[in-house]
């Protein structure tokens, strides 16, 4: 490695995964000298993720065949009850795709505008001298120290890099959603462009997912602080009568699991020479735990800002501010209000989601919680008492 990298750079990156692909991706093209280093041997890899994304073009990324798996046309929402209620278009479209392709083409694409990678590089410790960091690394078991004036963790829900350049970032095991997916084969599927959603018992404060993949299906929950492990939950939802049998032939191909930082972003984000994106800033949607977008998304406002940063020669907090200000401008309300409404559903027993559901229109075209709320309290005003902080 000492031969292939340069012992200094403009802007190093930890972490390759979707938000930090898209910050060095704009930190090369807007010219900063940008080093992506990841822990893992095999970008994209291991996977920890239902691999559910929206549409690409807004970061001008062609869905290409050798990642998508499945188109999405939208949801299916089972309640307890089995009553299912449609979602179709709007933000509910996108794709499946293998994400360990889907990882790759995004670096990919980034070494293609300049970004040097380095892989089973795994980052150890930071040192700063008030001007540059000190990004120390293993690889192989050597040490190196690589010099940046800007580090942008992207190191994902583990996340300790923020931590060492003094970021308050360690999520607390109540604000972890714990989570155990199968990637299934012969799964019989309400429909092959539909994403389904069970909830209910059968995953207490989460919820099961059923996703299609081309030829096979992403079957995982997600659960918070419950006695019992995901893994249970989800074996037991294999059986559970609401299938009607439909996965009583599917078999598993590959097995999944990891942590999902739901608890609400993170405040601070920016240091003087530092910044924070993606799952390592709680940039990721409470409610359902998605964050590829938001990764992408602010991963590509934190990689824009560093690039004009290094052009400005001034990597002060006082300019890196502008990458927290452009993200928080533009989720930071959503993310809170989701939070709350969480709390609120998390609340709620089976028969009262049976309620909500029985309120509720069979078709929608976007999820908005307000009008939901405000339609079930009117038809079940029992809901009210829930409700009565959101409408
Ligand atoms: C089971 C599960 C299902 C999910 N399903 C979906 C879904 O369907 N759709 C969706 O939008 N989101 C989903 N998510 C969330 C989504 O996976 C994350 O929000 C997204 O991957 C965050 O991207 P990121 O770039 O911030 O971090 P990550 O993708 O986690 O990437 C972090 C990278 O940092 C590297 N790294 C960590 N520490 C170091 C270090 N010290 N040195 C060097 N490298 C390091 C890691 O190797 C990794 O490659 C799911 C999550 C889970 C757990």
Redesign the pocket.
Known sequence: MRELLDSEYDVIV????????MASYHSSINGAKTLL????QE?GTPV??????PYLDEFGINPDPSFVRSKIDGGILVAPNGKKIIVKGGKTQGYVVERKIF?KHLAVRSANVGTKIAIK????GLDYDGEKYTVIVNHLGQIYAIKAKIVIA????????AEMAGIKCKKKVTEI?S???YEMTNVKLLDKNMMEFYFGDICPKGYVWI?PKGETANV?L?IIDSKKKAIDYLNEFLEHPLLEGRLDNATPIEF?????PVGGPIEKTVADNFMV????AG??SPIS???????LSC?SIAGKVAGEAIKSNNCSEDYLVEYENRWKEKYYKLLMDELKYKKVLQKFSEKELNALADAMDERLEEIDVAKIAFRAVKRAPSLLKYFKDII
């Open positions: 930890i972490g390759a995964g979707p938000g930090g692909s280093i990841d822990k893992s970008i920890r993720c239902a691999e559910a994304v990882d590089s795994r980052v150890v992207a190191d994902g829900v583990e996340s300790s890099i959603c989570c155990a997916e996703f995982g997600g999944k699991c990891g942590g999902a994106v993606g799952d390592a940039q990721i735990g998605g964050g590829i977008y938001l990764s991963g």
